[in-house]
Nanobody, 129 residues
Framework: EVQLVESGGGLVQAGGSLRLSCVAS????????????VTWFRRAPGKEREAVSC????????YNSRSAKGRFTITTDNVKNTVYLQMNNLMPEDTAVYYC??????????????????WGRGTQVTIFS
C-alpha cells in the first residue's frame, strides 16, 4: 500500500517561501515515486480541492495550475522517494491544507480528486499579510 507523508507547512508572511516535502513508500519492487504521477492538491477554507502542480518524472511531465505558474516548482528525488513543492512569492490566497497524491495514470493538472489513488494527510500552509 502506497503511503505519503507531507511536511514543510507553516506560517509565513506574504512574499515569503516554503518548501513542502512528500515522502512516498510502499511501491512495488523496482519502482520509485518518479514512475507515478504525483499531484499536489490544496484545499482552502470554504473551497473545493484544487490541483496546483503535477509531475511524472519518468516521462518528464510537469504541469502547474494558473495560480501556481511562475511561483511553484515541483521536483522529484528518486533516491529519497520524495517529491518537493517549492513555493515562492506566497500570497494570502495560497493559505490552504496541501496534500500530496499519487495517481496510477499520466499526469493531468485537470485531474479531479475522485480519480486520485492515494492521498497523504496534508500539511497546513498559512500566509499572512
Amino acid at each position: 500500500e502506497v503511503q505519503l507523508v507531507e511536511s514543510g507547512g507553516g506560517l509565513v508572511q506574504a512574499g515569503g517561501s516554503l518548501r513542502l516535502s512528500c515522502v512516498a513508500s510502499g511501491f512495488p519492487s523496482g519502482r520509485t515515486v518518479g514512475d507515478y504521477a504525483v499531484t499536489w492538491f490544496r484545499r482552502a477554507p470554504g473551497k473545493e480541492r484544487e490541483a496546483v502542480s503535477c509531475s511524472r518524472e519518468v516521462d518528464g511531465t510537469t504541469y502547474n495550475s494558473r495560480s501556481a505558474k511562475g511561483r511553484f516548482t515541483i521536483t522529484t528525488d528518486n533516491v529519497k522517494n520524495t517529491v518537493y513543492l517549492q513555493m515562492n512569492n506566497l500570497m494570502p490566497e495560497d493559505t490552504a491544507v496541501y496534500y500530496c497524491t499519487v495517481t496510477l495514470v499520466q499526469c493531468d493538472i485537470a485531474i479531479i480528486p475522485g480519480a486520485v489513488n492515494y492521498w497523504g494527510r496534508g500539511t497546513q500552509v498559512t500566509i499572512f499579510s
